[in-house]
């Protein structure tokens, strides 16, 4: 199949096709007003406008830039100093130095200063002119350095072009670029193109446009890893299984696929002809497994350079930071394959990092809920021991200061306060209680992608294992880092040439051209008729084939995250057909539920047995949804005796969704509303009143876009377990691998406590039973 699928062509009976387009921006003048006509690289220029956006304005991307090369100036510099002009012996005191001048006290005479261990530039050069290998690499690092002067001269040229285009078409001014949104920029810019025509083969452009100009290259990415076609999964002997991508691979992968010499794309937004056509797959497989070949062996070479770089890069980055902070190494972030596996298709950068930064404390929690009874015996013991010691050494320094004098005493005192933070970071907290189901739903909520297997199975240590993979330690990151210069060329030589007649046919059947595009990843298409899943609520409306389909459900989610995120955007009829069938089934399952304002009531109390007492909205609004199966099993509150199954997380989520004015595409909102429009009534449903306070316009409907999509990812999730767990009772909304109900989590005391504290600042117990009769006495005096 995937042999005789063939590239496409989507037409369009208003443009032509654009013409091979050189790397170029077109400035015209006309008369005293300038304008901006048929730019032709509209790849280029609306990523510097993007950067130039996210980056603050044109003074910090000069100061970053000119510090960048300042910094890779320094570290080579002090590095050689190191080296070669410090005279070791006489630093450690190993040999005396002789001081013996007149102008030097005597009682001074036996001491050591900085500049007797610095040894004269004479000898200083000599040392460097000695060293073969160490001319090499400088004459290497001088190179590099002058190509990224170069580069960066030319990139503060253009960068000043794009300030003057912000200033005079767009009209925002240097010092108000922080008050913009990137979605108020990006109206300018769609209004902007109706009357200047920036690009001339559309008469007008779309919000997807512009993400497809800005992310074309990504979403190929996006789009093969959740293909499983890049080779980063391995099985390691004792290791078990790993997953390994670093920003070394990746821009190896990047060089070879997308804009080196020789890559498949013959400029920045066409396919090579060749690559389009089903009889020339071979003669290209066998061209990119060489040149995959070709581009390890030079990694090869190169490696001690960059080996030598990644080490002095990371040891003037990060030893200050380990001295002062020892357990910063085991904080988490998540890793690059994670941000990979977890990003929408057509989602910017910062979009990305706004939704993965929400759900870093959920995904802290659910990984701290695992804990070894093993380790956290020996962790104290090893904390006690360590912890006496350095007590003992502490109580003689403030005792006598001479104690400090002693040979490596500062070392002992370090090296012991470093052992106790490491072994305090891992005994658990004996006051909490974890739920790992919930916590695992509500990583969901904000991260959007979870593989099938891990329902039901969230506290099993093969779940976290895997969580682990994408959300690594940093000690884990800085150590993959370090590693790349060696493992990236064996990848590329060994692993990947196995993968290039797959890549081959990946590009020609997942690409097409879109008219005033160009050449484009056809899933960043949001097209749930070629690339939807039957199993995540797209059944009939889908034509794709198990190839064609993308996996764990990124078209359909993709679509919804761009629409919420675009409110004006319209989508194609097949997209706006599924996004009208999703409503309806919203506005179903909210019949059969109770009203959001009573499940929005027992936000504090959800968040008190989710572990998270300063949960604000909207994560007080997601702590009601994921805890109200437990709550409904646990009779902390009382069931409505008018629906006939209790109250799942699907029917929690529908009902807040179904109560918002409008939760899917429609909305006539939009970036450039102006802050004098009356508050929409989903911005009171989902925030406070301090909190409607304290945001800006932006940063409010920021916000809310977040709360529903977190809200709608889990729906569309709850939806797809109910598929695959077929016609019959449904789960109380809580992941199990047998569709049976689970056990509400274990309550001690302490955690009774705090939900009795957090159901009394709402509602008293028995407040839903006087709430239920005064209903059912309205709908008997509504009856008769």
């Known amino acids: 199949m995937a042999a005789q699928a063939e590239y496409r062509r989507l037409d369009d009976v208003e443009e032509d096709s654009p013409p091979g387009e050189e790397e170029l921006l077109l400035h015209v003048t006309e008369g005293l007003q300038d304008s901006w006509h ?65 102008g030097a006290p005597a009682a001074d005479r036996g001491k050591v200063t900085l500049p007797d261990a610095v040894l004269p530039a004479p000898q200083c050069a000599q ?25 960066v001269l030319c990139s503060l040229l253009s960068y000043w072009e794009i300030r003057t285009f912000y200033i005079k078409a767009l009209n925002i001014p240097s010092e108000g670029l922080c008050n913009y949104s990137w979605q108020e920029v990006q109206a300018r810019l769609i209004s902007l193109q109706r009357r200047q025509q920036m690009c001339v083969h559309k008469r007008e452009l779309t919000e997807l446009d512009i993400y497809h100009r800005i992310l074309r290259f990504k979403n190929y990415t996006v789009a093969m890893v959740n293909k ?22 990746k821009y190896n992968l990047e060089l070879l696929l997308f804009w080196g010499p020789g890559s498949l794309f013959q400029n920045k937004w066409s396919l090579r002809p060749q690559c389009k056509r089903a009889g020339a797959r071979q003669e290209l497989a066998r061209r990119l497994a060489r040149a995959m ?22 040891f003037f980055s990060y030893a200050e930071v380990i001295k002062r902070e020892p357990g910063s190494l085991g904080a988490r972030r998540w890793s690059l394959y994670g941000r990979h596996y977890l990003r929408h298709f057509n989602e910017l950068n910062h979009e ?51 104690v400090l004098t002693v040979q490596h005493i500062l070392t002992a005192i370090t090296l012991l306060g470093l052992v106790v933070t490491v072994a305090r970071s891992f005994i658990p907290d004996e006051h909490t209680v974890w739920c790992p189901e919930q916590l695992l739903q509500h990583v969901l909520a904000h991260v959007h992608y979870m593989p099938d297997h891990w329902q039901g199975n969230a506290s099993r240590s093969e779940t976290r294992s895997e969580m682990a993979q994408l959300f690594q330690y940093k000690a884990v990151f800085i150590l993959e880092e370090l590693l790349s210069p060696i493992l990236t060329p064996l990848i590329l030589i060994f692993a990947l040439p196995a993968r290039a007649l797959d890549i081959i046919d990946f590009f020609r059947n997942f690409t097409v051209e879109v008219v005033g595009v160009g050449d484009i990843c056809s899933f960043a298409q949001l097209d749930v008729r070629n690339h939807g899943n039957p199993q995540w609520l797209s059944a009939g409306q889908t034509e794709a084939s198990v190839y064609q389909q993308a996996e764990n459900g990124k078209t359909e989610l993709s679509l919804m995250h761009f629409a919420i995120t675009n409110p004006r955007w319209q989508p194609p009829p097949p997209s706006e057909l599924f996004l009208s069938q999703l409503k309806e089934k919203v506005q179903q399952d909210a019949a059969a539920a109770p009203p959001a304002p009573r499940i929005l009531s027992e936000g504090p109390l959800g968040a008190s047995l989710l572990s998270d007492d300063s949960a604000v909205p909207p994560d007080g609004l997601l702590a009601s949804v994921l805890a109200r199966p437990i709550l409904s099993a646990s009779g902390l509150v009382s ?33 450039t509303d102006s802050p004098s429009d009356p508050r929409l009534p989903e911005e009171s449903l989902l925030l406070s009143e301090s909190r409607l306070r304290s945001l800006s316009r932006s940063a409010l409907l920021s916000e809310v876009a977040s709360a529903e999509m977190s809200l709608h990812a889990i729906y569309l999730h709850e939806l797809h377990q109910q598929q695959q767990q ?6 109380m909304g809580v992941w199990v691998a047998t569709g049976a109900p689970a056990p509400p989590c274990p309550m001690t005391a302490g955690s009774a406590a705090r939900a009795s504290q957090a159901q009394h600042r709402d509602m008293p117990l028995g407040g839903w039973a006087e709430e239920e009769e005064e209903e059912e006495e309205e709908e008997q005096i509504t009856m008769s």
């Not at 070479?301 to 990644?310: F, I, K």
Request: contains cysteine; charged residues 10%; positive net charge.
């Open 38 to 102: 048929h730019i032709k690289n509209l790849d280029n220029f609306f990523t510097k406008i993007y950067h130039f956006h996210q980056k603050n304005g044109f003074a910090c991307m000069m100061l970053s830039d000119i510090f960048e090369l300042v910094q890779f100036l320094f570290v080579v510099t002090f590095t050689t100093f190191l080296l070669c002009c410090v005279d070791y012996d006489v630093l450690f005191a190993n040999r005396p130095v002789n001081q013996s001048h007149a």
């Open 127 to 151: 040392r460097i002119r000695a060293s073969g290998w160490l001319i090499f690499l400088l004459v290497m690092a001088a190179a590099f350095w002058l190509y990224r002067l170069v580069k």
């Open 228 to 249: 499983s076609l890049l080779p980063v999964r391995f099985h390691l002997p004792l290791l078990g299984p790993v997953v390994f991508l670093t920003q070394g691979l």
């Open 293 to 314: 070949v070709l581009l390890g062996l030079a990694n090869l070479l190169l490696c001690p350079c960059v080996l030598v770089w990644q080490l002095l890069y990371a």
């Open 352 to 402: 990305l990092q706004a939704r993965l930064s929400r759900g870093y404390k959920p995904a802290t929690k659910y990984m701290n809920s695992f804990t070894s009874p093993l380790l956290t015996v020996l962790a104290k013991n090893l904390g006690f021991f360590a912890g006496s010691i350095l007590a003992v050494l502490i109580v003689l320094t403030v005792y006598d200061e001479d």
């Open 639 to 671: 069931r409505d005796r008018r629906f006939a199954q209790p109250c799942s997380t699907a029917s929690a989520a529908a009902s807040i969704l179904a109560s918002l004015a409008s939760p899917l595409p429609g909305r006539a909102r939009g970036p």
């Open 726 to 731: 077929g016609p019959g009772p449904q789960a």
